[in-house]
């Protein structure tokens, strides 16, 4: 399937930059795209790793997508969501065992850390259809005041989506 000129251009790259103290991570660092059925690696992945530092790029993002963030470090795995839109350029430091994002737009990209820090639970089905839908409705409710409240101490990170 050839792709026309116009869907050619309408992808761009992602620029990922990272530091941490945990090096191993960077060793065993994976940026997942799951926009397709089975998920894994983005395609047109580039990564270089020096000491301390990791330099990645995504190319060919076509739209804004959730992907997922997986390292192995030395006593910690790293697993958190981020939602990365076509053109952005990522900062981030694994320091003391947690990742934050940095720079601009680094609210944009740690909502889902700051959303998991709350612990939230998937709901779990004990046989009860009605007691797992009200777990289920908890959980949205729950979800849903976070992002409200984030969405307004953010705003401005979120102009234009």
Known sequence: ????????????????????DDPKA???????????????AHRGETKKISRDSLYMSLDSLSQPNVMEVIAFGDSLNYVHRVFVTPGDSIL?????????FI??????YNFFIEMDS???KDPYYNGDINDYKKECKTIFIKQKEFYD?????????????
């Open 149 to 161: 409240q984030y969405l307004k101490k953010h705003s401005k990170c979120f102009e234009g989506f």
């Open 1 to 20: 399937m050839t792709k026309n000129k116009e869907e050619i251009n309408s992808f761009k790259r992602v620029v990922i930059n990272g530091v941490t």
């Open 103 to 108: 720079g601009k737009n680094a609210s944009h």
């Open 118 to 120: 709350l612990g939230f």
């Open 92 to 100: 981030f430091k694994i320091e003391n065992k947690k990742v934050r």
């Open 26 to 40: 960077f060793k065993y660092f994976n940026w997942l795209d799951e926009s397709s059925l089975f998920g894994g």
